[in-house]
């Protein structure tokens, strides 16, 4: 398995969460302010970079209908920002319900809850992956 990076987009701030090495277990990593989709893109990559993740995955808000609504092409120009600027793969997943599933884990929310719900879709992501 690879270690990925899962990245929350929000029209304020971005949660970012990240896979151990083996792709057992995601842990919440950070919440970065959101400034313009291709500075987004250059942050989330530097992160991607730092953890020496080998792809990136994104989450998508899909709508009441499971369809791609406003936030999930949101979601999806910035997966085009992302392979614009990195040779890495970027992939994206169905993050439907990942923020009120972080704020049962955590309680309240707080400033890491946009990376606690990164890390809710990444774990999902990693079951789904595992035979």
Same mark, same amino acid.
């Given at each position: 398995? *690879?270690?990925?990076?899962? @990245?929350?987009?929000?029209?304020?701030?971005?949660?970012?969460? @990240? =896979? $151990? =090495? =083996?792709?057992?277990?995601?842990?919440?990593?950070?919440?970065?302010?959101? /400034? =313009?989709?291709?500075? $987004?893109?250059?942050?989330?990559?530097?992160?991607?970079? $730092?953890? !020496?993740? %080998?792809?990136?995955?994104?989450?998508?808000?899909? %709508?009441?209908?499971?369809?791609?609504?406003?936030?999930?092409?949101?979601?999806?120009?910035? @997966? !085009?920002?992302?392979?614009?600027? *990195? !040779?890495?793969? @970027? %992939? *994206?997943?169905?993050?439907?319900?990942? *923020?009120?599933?972080?704020?049962?884990?955590?309680?309240?929310?707080? $400033?890491?809850?946009?990376?606690?719900?990164?890390? /809710?879709?990444?774990?999902?992501?990693?079951?789904? !992956?595992?035979?």
């Amino acid at each position: 398995m *690879t270690r990925i990076l899962a @990245v929350d987009p929000g029209d304020k701030r971005i949660g970012l969460a @990240v =896979s $151990d =090495s =083996s792709g057992t277990i995601a842990r919440p990593l950070t919440v970065v302010k959101h /400034v =313009s989709r291709n500075a $987004d893109a250059r942050t989330i990559t530097q992160w991607a970079e $730092d953890y !020496e993740v %080998d792809r990136i995955l994104v989450g998508l808000a899909l %709508d009441a209908a499971g369809q791609i609504g406003h936030q999930a092409r949101k979601a999806l120009r910035l @997966v !085009e920002a992302l392979r614009a600027v *990195t !040779e890495l793969q @970027v %992939d *994206t997943w169905d993050e439907t319900d990942s *923020t009120s599933t972080a704020l049962l884990l955590g309680g309240k929310k707080d $400033d890491m809850t946009d990376a606690r719900a990164a890390a /809710v879709f990444l774990q999902e992501y990693l079951h789904a !992956e595992k035979p």
